[in-house]
C-alpha cells in the first residue's frame, strides 16, 4: 500500500500547515483511481474542504513494443499477503481499454485466484457496454492471465540474461536505468532507456549473458573497421560519411560503451566464485539434489551476513521447492536469521508463511509419498477424496512433481551450448525451463487445459484454471499468432525472454501486460518487515 | 372559388382574418371563469382553475376546488384545496402547477393533481403578504415574480434552483404600480413596473426610470403591459387609449395605435404564428377583442423537441402512445423505448392496491432486460412511495449488482448491500457499505458480519492498520487470532514506543499471544528479543556507544570491535550463539581490526569448525599475503588447491593438484596459468594429464 503512505503523508502536510497558520491551496492527484477511503480521511481529519482532488485515470504505461505495465509494485504485497481485492479491478479496467482499442479477444485462458476474478469483472464490463467491441475484428488472439503465486520459483531464481541480470544488479525503473560513475567511465551518472529503439541494446537483451561480452567486443571492432574507412576517403566520400553514417555510428558507439560499461561492473561483482556457487546451489534446489549441502550453504550465507534479501530469496526457494522446510530447519535458519539481520524479521517470516513463500513441512507432510502413491495407484473415488482432504491441509508447492511432470529440468546430454539455445531454460544457463512460461506453452499448443488436469491439481487451480473460446471466424490468422500474457503480481523480464523465444521458435508474438515487473530482490523487499 | 374567400374579413388595408372553431371544449364548468383563478400551461398544454372564495369576504368555510383540464377541456384531476388562499396559478416548463398563497408559501402539483412539494418565497414575503405574483418562463426554466404588502418585488429565477431575489424599491413608491411584468433579457430576470405615468427597470442592482423611445405625449398611467413569449417584445396600453409596440429593450418602436377606448382592457397578450412574420397583439376588454399587428420581421419560434413531446405523453400517462412514435421514428432504445418503459414502471409501483409481488413481476415481464433500463431507478421510485419490500425485489433484477447497493444503503439494508457490494467486485463500493455498517451496528454486530466476509475484512483491516490501530488488534481479539495479536504487539514495540520499558512490555505481551498461538519459537524468539534489549541498554550504559537495536550478531562484533573480548564471548555464550557464526564473526571483526595477532591465537584456540580457507580469503581481502600463507598450510585437502591459488603459489597448487588426480583442479590450476612464468606449470600439468591418459 505505498499509496496510503505517500496519501497519509501528504494530509499530515497539510495538517502541519494547518497547525502553523498558514493557508495554501492543495490538490492530491489520484491515480490509477481515486479511493472513497482517501476521501473519508481527508473528511474525518477535517481537511477536505481544503484539498481538491482529481484523478488520472492512467493505468498502462507502454514501457517498450511488447512490454505494457501497470506500474501498481503493490499489487503484489496487497494481494497476495494481505488479501486487498482493490487493483482487481483496476486490472479489469485495463483488459477492458485494451478490448475497446484492439477488439474482442476470441480466445482466453487463465490460471490463478486473482486471474479468474479479474476476468470475470472484465467480463462483466463487457457485457455492460456490449455493443461496443461487437462486431470488430478481432487483433489479437489470445489472452493469458497467470497469478504470480503460481510460479513464484521462476521468480526467486538469480537472472544471466543480460536485461534480467541489468535489472538485477541496477535496478530497471519504468524502462530506464541510472548507470553509475563504475559504468560511465565518468564522474557522472546517466540515466539510460533501455527498450528496442537502442539497437545495441536490442541485439543483447535476451542473450545470455556468457555470450554478452564476447558479442559487444565484435561489435565494437566492427564499428572501429566502419570508423577505419576513413582512412582511404577523397573529400567527397568524406563529406557523405560526416553527412550520413558518423552521427549514427558515435550514436552506437556511446551505446556500446555504456553496455561495456554495464557488463564490466556485472562481472565484477558477477564472476566472482561467490556468484558461480550461488549459481550452483540454485540449481542444486532446482533439480532437487544435495538438499543438505544447500541447506549448509544458505546457513553460511545467513552467518556470514552476506545479504539479508539475498539469504531471504535462497531460504525461500529451498522452501517451495521442498514443499516447506524440514521442522529443524525451519528453526534452525529462521534463528540464524534473526541473529543475523534484527529480531523485527520475525514479522517477515510471518508475511512469508501467509504468502507460502516459506513454510514448514507440516508433521503429515512424510506422507507425500504415500499420497502420490495412492492417487497414482487407486483411481477410485475414495482415494480421489483422501487426497483432495490432504490438499486442503495446506497449500503445497509441489514443485518437484511439477517439474516432473512438465520437464523443467532439461535432461543434461553434453554441453548446452548457450549461444544457441534449444528451449527456455537457455534463461537460466539451461538447467531449468521458467515454470510459468512452460505452463503458457502447454496451454497454447492445447488450445485448453485438456490433459493438464494433474499440473492444475499440483498447483492448487483446480477452480481457478479456464478456458474461454468464442467461436470467431474473423479472426485472422495474424491476429490468432498475436498472444497478451497478463501477469498479476509481477513477472520478470527472464520471463519475457524466455517466451520472446518461444515466440521466435513457434511463430508466435507475445505482448506482455504486467502489474509491474519484478524480480526476486523486489518480492522479497515486497515482504520484509522494516523497522519503522 | 367564394367558398374560399367567403369568411374572410378585412383588416386594415393588406391583410384579412377569419373566425373559425378549433374544437369545442368537453369541459362542464360549474363556475363562472371570471370568478376563477385560470392557469394554462404553454405549448397547448394543461389549464388549471381555482375558483377563487377569498376575493369575496364571506365563503371562508367553503372549502375551494382545485380543477384541472387538458387544454381541450378532458378533466385530468379534482381536488379539495385545504391550504390557505391563493393569489396567483402558473404552470412551469415542466408542466408543474405551481400555486402561490397569499403567506409566500409556493405549493408545487403534478399534471394530475399529485402533489410534489412546496416552497416559501421568503420571511418578506410572508409578513408583508402577497399582493401580486406572476409565473414566467425563461430559457433556464421557470420563474415566479412577487409583490409584496409593502410594494417590494421578491423572484426566483428559475423555481427548480431556488435562489430568492429581493428587487431594490423604488423611490416613492406607495402604493401598487397601475401594471408591472417580469422581464428577461440578457439571461437575468428584471421587472418593469408602470407608476403614473413613469415606467421603472428593477434590476437585481438598481432601480432606473426608463421611457420607450417615440411615445406619443399626453400619457399620465399606464393601464396593461405585455412581453411576448420570447421576451422579444412590449406592448404598453395607457390611459389615453393608445398602444405602443416595440422591442422589449426599450430601444425601437415597431408601430404605435390609437384605439380610442380608453376603459382599462381586461388582458393584453402577443400572438403569432410560429415562423410568420406578422406579430401581433391582442387586447380584449369585456365585450370587444382588438388584434394590432404589424408586419415587418420574422420571429422565429423554438419548438418543442421530440423528447418534449414525449415527455408530455408520459407526463399524460399514454406510454403506448409514445411507445408507438418512439418506434415509428425509430429512436434508439436507450433514448426512446426503454425510457418510456422506465417512466411506466416508475408509475406503476405507485399503485398502492397492487401487490407487491405482481407489480414486480408485471414490471419485469415487460421490461426484461431492455438496453437502458435500470431497474434501480425503479426500486428506488418504489422506496419513495414507502415500498420497500416491492424496492427489494425490484432490485434483484438488476444485474449490476453495484448498482443495487446506494439504495440498498439507503433503505437501511446494509447487511445485503455488503454481499452486492463484494459481488460487483468493487472495493471502493465495499468500503463505501463498510463504514455504513460501522456507524449503524455496534461494534460486535459489526465485527461478526465483517467475520462471514473474508474479502471485506482484509479490506477494512488494511484500513485500520494505517488509520486505526486500536481497531485492528480488537478486531485480532475477537477472532482469538494470537498470531496475528503476537504481530501486533511487536510492530508496536518498534513504532509507538520511545521508552524501552515501554518496548519491552510490548514483546512480553506479544510473547504472550505466541505462547497463546502455540507459536513457541516465536515466543521463544520475543524472549530473546526483550534480554537483548535489557542487555544492550545496559551496555550503552556501562560502556558507551550505540547498542540498542542492533543484531545480535552486530552486538557481539562490536562488542570485539571495542576491545570487549569478555563480555563478547558472555553474551555469545548467554545467547548460545553456534560455534561457526561465532567463527565468521570473529574472523570478521579481528581482520577488520587488522589485529593479526590475536587472529592467530583465535585461529589456535581450537580446531576451526569453519575451516581455515576463509582464514585465507579474507587475510587476501585486506591484501595480507604474509597472514594468508600462514592459513593456507592449514587448509584441508579439498580445499588445498583453492586455497593456494588464492596466495598467488600457482606452482606448489598444480602440485597438489597433480598429487590428487583431480581433473577438475587441474584446470582450475590451469586457468590460473596466465602469467609469463607459469609456462613451465602449465607444462607439468598437461604432461600430468597426458600420463593420467595412458594409465
Known amino acids: 500500500m505505498a499509496c496510503w503512505a505517500a496519501f497519509l503523508l501528504s494530509v ?72 486487498d481485492q482493490r487493483w482487481i479491478n483496476t486490472v479489469a479496467q485495463a483488459l477492458h481499454l485494451l478490448s475497446t482499442l484492439y477488439g474482442p479477444f476470441p480466445n482466453c485462458y487463465g490460471i490463478g485466484r486473482c486471474a479468474k476474478m479479474a476476468y470475470e469483472l472484465w467480463r462483466n464490463l463487457e457485457e455492460e457496454e456490449d455493443g461496443e467491441t461487437k462486431g470488430r475484428r478481432p487483433e489479437i488472439g489470445h489472452i493469458f492471465l497467470l497469478d504470480r503465486d503460481v510460479d513464484f520459483v521462476t521468480a526467486l531464481c538469480s537472472q544471466v540474461v543480460y536485461e534480467g541480470l541489468v535489472d538485477d544488479t541496477f535496478r530497471i525503473k519504468c524502462g530506464s536505468v ?107 534446489l532446482l533439480e532437487g539434489f544435495n538438499i543438505r549441502e544447500s541447506t549448509s550453504y544458505i546457513e553460511e550465507h545467513i552467518d556470514r551476513q552476506v545479504s539479508p534479501i539475498e539469504s531471504l530469496r535462497l531460504m525461500c526457494l529451498l522452501s517451495i521447492t521442498e514443499n516447506g522446510l524440514i521442522p529443524k530447519d525451519y528453526r534452525s535458519l529462521k534463528t540464524q536469521y534473526l541473529q543475523s539481520y534484527g529480531p523485527e524479521h520475525l514479522l517477515t517470516f510471518s508475511n512469508l508463511r501467509r504468502a507460502g513463500l516459506l513454510t514448514e513441512q507440516a508433521p503429515g507432510d512424510t506422507l507425500t509419498a504415500m499420497e502420490s502413491k495412492v492417487s497414482k495407484l487407486v483411481t477410485d473415488k475414495a482415494a480421489g477424496k483422501i487426497t483432495d482432504a490432504f490438499s486442503s491441509l495446506a497449500k503445497r508447492s509441489n514443485f518437484r512433481a511439477i517439474s516432473k511432470k512438465l520437464n523443467l529440468i532439461p535432461r543434461v546430454d553434453g554441453e548446452y551450448d548457450l549461444k544457441v539455445p534449444r528451449d527456455m531454460a537457455y534463461v537460466f544457463s539451461g538447467a531449468y525451463v521458467p515454470l510459468s512460461c512452460r505452463i503458457i506453452e502447454q496451454v497454447l499448443e492445447r488450445r485448453s487445459w485438456q490433459g493438464l488436469d494433474e499440473v492444475v491439481r499440483l498447483l492448487n487451480c483446480s477452480d481457478f484454471a ?26 520478470t523480464f527472464s520471463e519475457i525472454s524466455a517466451l520472446r523465444f518461444l515466440g521466435r521458435e513457434k511463430g508466435y508474438r507475445f505482448i506482455f501486460l504486467t502489474t509491474a515487473v519484478t524480480n526476486s530482490a523486489r518480492l522479497m523487499e515486497a515482504m520484509s518487515e522494516v523497522k519503522a | 372559388m367564394d367558398c374560399y374567400t367567403a369568411n374572410w374579413n378585412p383588416l386594415g388595408d393588406s391583410a384579412f382574418y377569419r373566425k373559425y372553431e378549433l374544437y369545442s371544449m368537453d369541459w362542464d364548468l360549474k363556475e363562472e371563469l371570471r370568478d376563477c383563478l385560470v392557469a394554462a400551461a404553454p405549448y397547448g398544454g394543461p389549464i388549471a382553475l381555482l375558483r377563487n372564495p377569498w376575493r369575496k369576504e364571506k365563503a371562508a368555510s367553503v372549502r375551494p376546488v382545485l380543477d384541472i383540464y387538458s387544454a381541450s377541456g378532458m378533466p385530468l384531476a379534482s381536488l379539495l384545496w385545504k391550504s390557505g388562499p391563493v393569489v396567483s396559478l402558473g404552470w412551469s416548463a415542466e408542466e408543474e402547477l405551481l400555486c402561490v398563497q397569499e403567506d409566500g408559501a409556493v405549493l408545487v402539483y403534478g399534471l394530475h393533481g399529485d402533489f410534489r412539494r412546496h416552497f416559501s418565497m421568503g420571511n418578506e414575503v410572508l409578513q408583508n403578504r402577497v399582493l401580486d405574483a406572476r409565473i414566467f418562463h425563461t430559457e433556464f426554466g421557470s420563474g415566479v415574480a412577487i409583490l409584496t404588502g409593502a410594494h417590494r418585488f421578491t423572484l426566483s429565477a428559475n423555481v427548480g434552483d431556488l435562489k430568492l431575489r429581493r428587487m431594490p424599491e423604488v423611490p416613492g413608491l406607495q402604493s401598487a404600480p397601475s401594471c408591472w411584468t417580469a422581464l428577461c433579457q440578457d439571461r437575468v430576470a428584471h421587472i418593469l413596473l408602470a407608476v403614473g405615468p413613469d415606467l421603472y427597470l428593477l434590476d437585481h442592482a438598481a432601480c432606473s426610470a426608463v421611457t420607450p423611445p417615440g411615445l406619443a405625449p399626453g400619457v399620465s398611467s399606464f393601464l396593461q403591459m405585455a412581453v411576448s413569449f420570447t421576451y422579444r417584445h412590449l406592448a404598453l396600453f395607457t390611459d389615453t387609449g393608445y398602444i405602443w409596440m416595440g422591442t422589449a429593450s426599450l430601444k425601437e418602436k415597431l408601430c404605435e395605435f390609437n ?50 413531446l414525449l415527455d408530455r405523453l408520459v407526463l399524460r400517462r399514454l406510454y403506448p402512445l409514445a411507445i408507438q412514435i418512439c418506434e415509428y421514428l425509430r429512436l434508439p432504445e436507450v433514448q426512446g423505448v426503454s425510457r418510456i418503459l422506465a417512466h411506466w414502471a416508475c408509475y406503476k409501483v405507485q399503485q398502492k392496491d397492487v401487490s407487491d409481488e405482481d407489480v414486480a413481476r408485471a414490471i419485469n415481464q415487460k421490461l426484461g432486460d431492455t438496453p437502458g433500463v435500470s431497474y434501480s431507478d425503479i426500486a428506488a421510485r418504489a422506496y419513495g412511495c414507502g415500498r420497500t419490500e416491492l424496492a427489494i425485489k425490484l432490485l434483484e433484477y438488476e444485474p449490476r449488482s453495484g448498482e443495487q447497493v446506494p439504495l440498498l444503503l439507503k433503505m437501511k439494508r446494509s447487511k445485503l448491500a455488503l454481499s452486492k457490494a463484494i459481488e460487483s467486485g468493487d472495493t471502493d463500493l465495499v468500503f463505501t457499505v463498510l463504514l455504513h455498517l460501522k456507524n ?72 504472550d499471544a505466541f505462547y497463546k498461538a502455540k507459536n513457541e519459537f516465536a515466543a521463544k524468539a520475543t524472549e530473546d528479543q526483550m534480554r537483548l534489549l535489557r542487555l544492550q541498554r545496559r551496555l550503552e550504559d556501562e560502556l558507551g556507544g550505540q547498542f540498542l537495536d542492533l543484531s545480535l550478531h552486530d552486538t557481539v562484533t562490536t562488542l570485539i570491535l571495542g576491545g570487549h573480548n569478555k563480555r563478547a564471548e558472555q553474551l555469545a555464550r548467554d545467547f548460545r550463539i553456534p560455534d561457526k557464526r561465532l567463527w565468521w564473526l570473529k574472523l570478521t ?64 597448487a598444480a602440485d597438489v593438484a597433480i598429487e590428487h588426480r583431480n581433473e577438475a583442479e587441474l584446470s582450475l590450476v590451469l586457468s590460473h596459468c596466465t602469467g609469463a612464468t607459469d609456462g613451465a606449470t602449465a607444462d607439468k600439468i598437461q604432461r600430468a594429464r597426458a600420463q593420467a591418459q595412458k594409465k
Request: include cysteine; proline fraction near 3%.
Open chain 2, 259 to 308: 384605439c380610442n377606448i380608453r376603459a382599462p382592457p381586461k388582458q393584453m397578450v402577443w400572438c403569432s404564428r410560429p415562423r410568420s412574420k406578422e406579430r401581433a397583439v391582442v387586447v380584449a376588454w369585456e365585450r370587444r377583442l382588438m388584434v394590432v399587428g404589424d408586419a415587418s420581421e420574422s420571429i422565429q419560434y423554438k419548438q418543442l423537441t421530440i423528447q418534449v
Open chain 1, 12 to 83: 499530515g502536510l497539510v495538517n502541519a500547515d494547518k497547525l502553523a497558520g498558514r493557508t495554501r491551496k492543495y490538490k492530491v492527484i489520484f491515480s490509477p483511481q481515486k479511493f472513497y477511503a482517501c476521501e473519508m480521511v481527508l473528511e474525518e481529519e477535517g481537511i477536505y474542504g481544503d484539498v481538491s482532488c482529481d484523478e488520472w485515470a492512467f493505468s498502462l504505461l507502454p514501457l517498450d513494443v511488447d512490454l505494457l505495465s501497470m506500474e501498481l509494485p503493490e499489487f503484489f504485497r496487497d494481494y497476495f499477503l494481505e488479501g
Open chain 2, 440 to 511: 449503524e451496528l455496534n461494534r460486535g454486530d459489526f465485527f461478526m458480519t465483517l467475520r462471514n466476509q473474508p474479502m471485506a475484512l482484509s479490506l477494512y483491516r488494511q484500513f485500520c492498520k494505517h488509520q486505526e490501530l486500536e481497531t485492528l488488534k480488537d478486531l485480532y481479539n475477537q477472532d482469538d487470532n494470537h498470531q496475528e495479536l503476537g504481530s501486533f504487539h511487536i510492530r508496536a514495540s518498534y513504532a509507538a514506543e520511545e521508552r524501552i520499558e515501554g518496548r519491552v512490555a510490548a514483546l512480553q505481551t506479544a510473547a
Open chain 1, 178 to 284: 541510472d548507470f553509475g560513475p563504475e559504468v560511465t567511465s565518468s564522474d557522472k551518472s546517466l540515466k539510460v532507456l533501455l527498450n528496442a529503439e537502442d539497437k545495441v541494446f536490442n541485439e543483447i537483451r535476451n542473450e545470455h549473458f556468457s555470450n554478452v561480452f564476447g558479442f559487444l567486443s565484435q561489435k565494437a571492432r566492427n564499428l572501429q573497421a566502419q570508423y577505419d574507412r576513413r582512412r582511404g576517403m577523397d573529400i567527397k566520400q568524406m563529406k557523405n560519411f560526416v553527412s550520413q553514417e558518423l552521427k549514427g555510428l558515435k550514436q552506437e558507439h556511446r551505446l556500446l560503451s555504456l553496455h561495456i560499461g554495464a557488463c564490466e561492473s556485472i562481472m565484477k561483482k558477477k564472476t566472482k566464485q561467490d556468484f558461480q556457487e550461488l549459481i550452483k546451489t540454485e540449481h542444486a
Open chain 2, 589 to 652: 571483526a579481528l581482520a577488520d581490526l587488522e589485529d593479526w595477532e590475536e587472529l592467530e591465537k583465535f585461529s589456535k584456540s581450537k580446531k576451526s569448525p569453519i575451516g581455515y580457507l576463509p582464514f585465507v580469503e579474507i587475510c587476501m581481502k585486506q591484501h595480507n599475503k604474509y597472514e594468508a600463507k600462514k592459513y593456507a598450510s592449514r587448509v584441508g585437502p579439498e580445499q588445498k588447491v583453492k586455497a593456494l591459488l588464492l596466495v598467488g603459489d600457482v606452482a606448489q
Open chain 1, 466 to 491: 479456464f478456458t474461454d473460446m468464442t467461436k470467431e471466424d474473423k479472426a485472422s490468422s495474424e491476429s490468432l499468432r498475436l498472444i497478451l500474457v497478463v501477469f498479476l503480481g509481477g513477472c
